[in-house]
């Protein structure tokens, strides 16, 4: 068996890149064929699977058409994608709906940003795709990682719910023992100058304007503790 998958751009602190790295590993323990179709951002020495093929391409619609064209020179592979490629057969909707973040964000009441990001190449070329994506592509499986991005794509394009899957991604915690845990705790506030007994808030991730930062920190500013605190953790 043969697996393409498409991936444009790439982050070394992404989720998605590790994510797909890790599936990668598991499928070559099956003897799995696997190639990477990406615009060359992604590293050689950081593809774990067989192949990778660099393609050339500077938006979002031109690399769905060059991993079309390429796609056309594998036709017993399985087209699994991260992009909203129309002749995908499996798309990982790992960054939502982008319509409806679109929606939610028009909902915010600035016009003017709302009508700079209508016309943002990048914007109407990604609805544009989605749009075929879900709705002209009949053999489509999407894979979701929360139920609200399930929601969203039967709200938003009535797509058939028995065609979509949601994983949650996973997640391994480290085995921590009481002292342990308390010392954890006790460094880490200490480092950071926060009281023992401080409420404190934690936001993990990446792509804070598409999580909800704004709302989170719109939020804690309600509070009435006045010794709370707010902290982000973000990979450099």
Same mark, same amino acid.
């Not at 592509?137 to 609200?148: A, D, E, T």
């Not at 039967?154 to 085995?175: D, W």
């Given at each position: 068996?043969?697996?393409?998958? %498409?991936?444009?751009?790439?982050?070394?602190?992404?989720?998605?890149?590790? @994510?797909? %790295?890790?599936?990668?590993?598991?499928?070559? %323990?099956?003897?799995?064929?696997?190639?990477?179709?990406?615009?060359?951002?992604?590293?050689?020495?950081?593809?774990?699977?067989?192949?990778?093929?660099?393609?050339?391409?500077?938006?979002?619609?031109?690399?769905?058409?060059?991993?079309?064209?390429?796609?056309? *020179?594998?036709?017993?592979?399985?087209?699994?994608?991260?992009?909203?490629?129309?002749?995908?057969?499996?798309?990982?909707?790992?960054?939502?709906?982008?319509?409806? @973040?679109?929606?939610?964000?028009?909902?915010?009441?600035?016009?003017?940003?709302?009508?700079?990001?209508?016309?943002?190449?990048?914007?109407?070329?990604?609805?544009?795709?989605?749009?075929?994506?879900?709705? *002209?592509?009949?053999?489509?499986?999407?894979?979701?990682?929360?139920?609200?991005? %399930?929601?969203?794509?039967?709200?938003?394009?009535?797509?058939?719910?028995?065609?979509?899957?949601?994983?949650?991604?996973?997640?391994?915690?480290?085995?921590?023992?009481? /002292?342990?845990?308390?010392?954890? /705790?006790?460094?880490?506030?200490?480092?950071?100058?926060?009281?023992?007994?401080?409420?404190?808030?934690?936001?993990?991730?990446?792509?804070?304007?598409?999580?909800?930062?704004?709302?989170?920190?719109?939020?804690?500013?309600?509070?009435?503790?006045?010794?709370?605190?707010?902290?982000?953790?973000?990979?450099?």
């Amino acid at each position: 068996m043969k697996i393409l998958f %498409a991936r444009r751009g790439y982050s070394s602190s992404g989720g998605a890149e590790r @994510y797909l %790295a890790r599936l990668v590993r598991g499928l070559h %323990a099956k003897t799995i064929e696997t190639t990477l179709l990406t615009d060359g951002a992604w590293p050689n020495d950081q593809w774990p699977g067989d192949h990778r093929i660099s393609l050339e391409a500077h938006s979002p619609a031109a690399f769905a058409s060059a991993v079309e064209k390429e796609r056309s *020179k594998h036709p017993d592979a399985l087209l699994f994608s991260f992009e909203r490629i129309p002749c995908a057969d499996v798309f990982r909707a790992g960054d939502g709906v982008h319509t409806a @973040y679109l929606n939610r964000q028009a909902g915010e009441g600035n016009p003017l940003a709302t009508l700079f990001r209508g016309i943002r190449r990048h914007h109407r070329e990604t609805c544009a795709l989605e749009n075929q994506l879900f709705t *002209k592509n009949n053999h489509l499986h999407v894979i979701c990682n929360s139920k609200m991005v %399930a929601s969203e794509l039967r709200s938003f394009f009535n797509f058939p719910e028995k065609r979509i899957t949601t994983i949650y991604n996973g997640f391994t915690p480290k085995p921590w023992d009481a /002292r342990e845990r308390t010392e954890a /705790r006790k460094t880490v506030r200490s480092q950071l100058g926060i009281p023992p007994d401080a409420p404190l808030i934690l936001f993990v991730g990446s792509g804070w304007k598409r999580k909800g930062a704004e709302t989170l920190a719109s939020a804690f500013r309600q509070i009435t503790s006045q010794d709370a605190h707010l902290l982000s953790l973000i990979h450099i």
